[in-house]
């Protein structure tokens, strides 16, 4: 019996089982997920967070869940419930519920701390000016004028703009470090700003807030975290975030940094994706053309799909972009396993069977799912006058067409086998209605026709089928790569990310489809239940197709 070879590691697990062995961390690791309650989750964030708090699981620590809520004029209360929304979907629970608001009075006494040491000082100069005396990565920068401030005069002024002395803009408190490091982020680094904007948790108690870069390492470090993991695009400030941490003498937490997750055919950008819902090109953050989490879990795509999907691609320490098809393997790999079969007719022609008794209706039995057993089986009713699909029947089939054409034969699912008769055209020459007879002997699981046909195609009862509205979502750019667009991305929408199908029969169990929750339309793909059901008015979301037929598409 060939033994199980042992999970390779990534160079992330390397690092906290080795910190581990070393007894680095006696009481466990910790790590933590920080967003920005400025947007909604995406994909993206779903890596981190797989990561984030996957790590923690595999080596027996915790996660907190902390806000970075440093900035009130882009922050709402709703984005704070959509994320703790999205992060529970996912199937994680966070040690601790925190925000960087939390911390707004210590890191306000850090600041006077560094202002004390001669490391911080208040600046007059306007942004410009400071944008000016930066220097460029290959020429040092000069010192502000204001630099050499007396520690009393700093820090009477800090405590002035936290009084609320000055206007916006008016002042900023930096960091003094190198004007001449190689590092831009490290010559004098802003810490403070002035803003007099009401923040969502704190109200009008401060009109000054800290810097990204000042707040997360210190945030971190209270909280113990040991292994703050970052995207790759921090690995620059990771020197300024060990800056401050030596300085102000506190936890020495360490930040390591991962490729970020870059996905074909969209944009990851939360400013980007504002500026879509903004310009209403999708219905919110939620239009599951979206990269959202929430716009997935719409469109019916589960936890388990977007956890394998993070654990497909991995982690790497240099960015690549993930073609949108793996995603979209992953939801049909678990949906084929547990998504139940109905039958829905997309593009409906008539088929009448001319020899089955009128008024009689049969309920025929019909497997759930052929991947369970266990989901059973549901009555469908069958009746004499039947939807198809359109695409079933040719009037002029070719030799190898193994669905409906005169004088040929196939199986209704799940009920009988029926030959064509007959055909009635529309005056634009469509098929208005189809005659076929059925033979009786040939019922699924009672067959002894000994009749075989190659085909079997879906059907949905006409006295019986339920309207629907179904929406069929597709990429939402036509390029495969929108990293290098820049704000010119909205060119490449694409203009057929979504059809609408008015009308749309299907069979009636599907009264009982939960929203969400995704079910098998045989032969058509995935779908779910949308939001905007109402009574009377069935509404379904494509989630993905059967097969990926997009790259056939582009060849």
């Given amino acids: 019996m060939e033994e199980l070879k042992p999970k390779s590691l990534n160079f992330l697990e390397e690092i906290v ?88 009075e210590t890191l306000f006494q850090y600041a006077v701390q560094l202002i004390e040491k001669s ?71 802003f810490m403070y700003r002035i803003r007099h904007v009401e923040h969502h948790r704190t109200g009008n108690a401060w009109c000054i807030y ?35 941490i030596e300085k102000l003498e506190i936890f020495p937490t360490h930040q390591y940094e991962f490729a970020r997750l870059n996905l ?21 953050w939620d239009d599951p053309r979206m990269p959202t989490i929430s716009a997935l879990r719409r469109r019916g795509f589960t936890p388990a799909s977007i956890q394998n999907f993070c654990e497909r691609i991995g982690v790497a320490k240099r960015d690549n972009l993930i073609d949108i098809s793996l995603l979209e393997f992953c939801i049909r790999e678990d949906l084929n396993k547990s998504a139940n079969r109905y039958m829905a007719v997309l593009d409906p022609v008539k088929l009448v069977i001319t020899n089955y008794p009128e008024g009689q209706t049969e309920d025929l039995l019909i497997e759930n799912n052929p991947e369970d057993e266990s ?22 089939p070719p030799k190898k067409f193994f669905r409906l054409g005169p004088g040929l034969s196939v199986r209704l699912k799940g009920a009988y086998i029926i030959q064509c008769e007959s055909f ?79 009308k749309v029969y299907v069979e009636p169990a599907l009264k009982e489809a939960q929203v969400e929750k995704a079910v098998q339309f045989m032969r058509k793909g995935y779908f779910c239940l949308d939001k905007d059901t109402q009574d009377g008015h069935l509404v379904f979301n494509r989630t993905v197709t059967l097969k990926d037929t997009w790259a056939k598409q582009q060849k």
């Fill in 375 to 396: 989901t059973g089986k549901r009555a469908v009713p069958f009746t004499r006058e039947l939807y198809i699909e359109r695409e079933d029947f040719m009037v002029d």
């Fill in 424 to 502: 009635e055209l529309n005056e634009d020459g469509t098929v208005k209605e189809i005659h076929a007879s059925y033979i009786p002997e040939s019922k699924s699981g009672q067959d002894t026709s000994g009749i075989h046909v190659k085909g079997t195609i879906h059907w949905v009862s006409i006295p019986h089928a339920e309207v629907a509205e179904v929406r069929l979502f597709d990429r939402l750019l036509i390029v495969e790569d929108a990293s290098e667009l820049g704000d010119d991305f909205m060119k490449f929408i694409n203009p057929e990310s979504l059809q609408v199908l008015d």
């Fill in 119 to 189: 490391l911080a000082y208040v600046d007059d100069s306007s942004a410009e000016e400071i944008a000016s005396q930066k220097g460029t990565p290959t020429a040092p920068g000069v010192p502000s004028p204001y630099r050499n401030r007396s520690v009393a005069e700093n820090l009477d002024l800090f405590q002035r703009m936290r009084a609320g002395e000055f206007p916006d803009g008016a002042k900023v408190l930096r960091a003094k470090i190198d004007m001449s490091h190689p590092n831009m982020h490290m010559r004098d680094p």
């Fill in 264 to 284: 074909s055919h969209t944009v990851m950008s939360k400013r980007k994706l504002l500026q879509l819902v903004n310009e209403k090109i999708v219905h919110g």
């Fill in 17 to 104: 089982q080795a910190d581990l062995a070393a007894g680095k961390y006696p009481q466990g690791i910790f790590t933590r997920f920080p967003p920005e309650p400025n947007g909604y989750l995406h994909i993206g964030h779903a890596k981190s967070i797989c990561l984030n708090f996957g790590l923690a699981q595999e080596f027996g620590g915790k996660t907190n869940l902390r806000f970075d809520d440093t900035n009130p004029i882009t922050e709402e209360t709703e984005y704070v419930e959509s994320i703790k929304k999205d992060v529970a979907w996912l199937g994680f629970s966070w040690a601790n519920e925190l925000y960087t608001s939390d911390y707004f």
């Fill in 210 to 244: 800290p810097m990204y870069d000042f707040a997360h390492g210190q945030s971190d470090s209270m909280e113990g975290i040991t292994h703050s993991i970052c995207t790759l695009e921090f690995d620059v400030h990771r020197p300024l975030y060990d800056w401050f």
